[in-house]
DNA sequence: CACCAGGCAAGTA
DNA sequence: TACTTGCATGGT
């Protein structure tokens, strides 16, 4: 497993190259994203941060003191936006009550308590919690999502029903505990879902791994 | 028209 | 515990 997932990565990274992830210029600006994305596509969730970048509204105390429903209609084309406005409002609620609103301080936490913190916020779940660990925070911890799931599946690597721990494990025991290495990977595999055929009802052909 | 997107929580049995 | 459903816009 150790050889499959190193070789996995090669591969993707020779036919790829670097994914440049998490778009965003600041740490408020991936942890908002990682909630807005949330089974979203990417580019609505662009329009959703422009509007709220071309009103200066992208800050923590700006987003703290907002109305849940001024936000609701800021973030509208990345869907899903009533919730959405109700999960980044209770997000900024905890990133006052624990941090006040201080990401740097949050930061200086250990990373697992971080991710309990987290995954205790109604509307953050593992994917997203750890989308902030890795992307938002440089901490060393895999992102596993949906792609990873069906792509690992689907060569035989995991069952189809793994959790998300099981997933996570593996990456964890099976390579070397890096930032850089698990961003890059993470992001590789959205891509490789992307491009190909690797959707719920695709099958896996012109697969560059093979 | 159908299907999908960088999930999660709440409801049901 | 193990399924199912609601949430919603915008691109292909």
């Given at each position: 497993?150790?050889?499959?997932?190193?070789?996995?990565?090669?591969?993707?990274?020779?036919?790829?190259?670097?994914?440049?992830?998490?778009?965003?210029?600041?740490?408020?600006e991936v942890m908002v994203g990682a909630i807005l994305t949330q089974n979203t596509n990417w580019g609505n969730v662009e329009k959703a941060i422009g509007n709220l970048k071309g009103r200066r509204l992208l800050s923590a105390k700006k987003l703290y003191q907002i109305s849940q429903r001024r936000l609701?209609?800021?973030?509208?084309?990345?869907?899903?936006?009533?919730?959405?406005?109700k999960r980044l409002k209770e997000f900024l609620r905890f990133l006052f009550k624990n941090y006040q609103g201080n990401i740097k301080r949050m930061s200086r936490q250990d990373p697992q308590q971080i991710r309990e913190q987290l995954l205790s916020v109604n509307g953050i779940?593992?994917?997203?919690?750890?989308?902030?660990?890795?992307?938002?925070?440089?901490?060393?911890?895999?992102?596993v999502d949906a792609y990873t799931r069906r792509i690992l599946s689907r060569h035989q690597l995991i069952p189809?029903?793994?959790?998300?721990?099981?997933?996570?494990?593996?990456?964890?025991k099976?390579?070397?505990?890096?930032?850089?290495?698990?961003?890059?990977?993470h992001a590789l595999l959205v891509r490789l879902g992307k491009?190909?055929?690797?959707?719920?009802?695709?099958?896996?052909?012109?697969?560059?791994?093979?």
């Open positions: 497993m150790k050889q499959k997932l190193g070789s996995i990565y090669r591969k993707l990274y020779a036919h790829f190259g670097p994914q440049h992830w998490w778009p965003g210029d600041s740490a408020l609701a209609s800021l973030i509208r084309p990345a869907g899903y936006y009533n919730i959405k406005a779940g593992p994917e997203t919690a750890d989308s902030i660990l890795l992307y938002a925070l440089n901490k060393p911890v895999f992102v189809e029903d793994a959790s998300y721990d099981e997933i996570q494990n593996l990456f964890r099976h390579l070397k505990k890096d930032v850089k290495l698990f961003n890059e990977y491009v190909l055929c690797l959707k719920k009802k695709g099958k896996c052909s012109l697969c560059p791994l093979k």
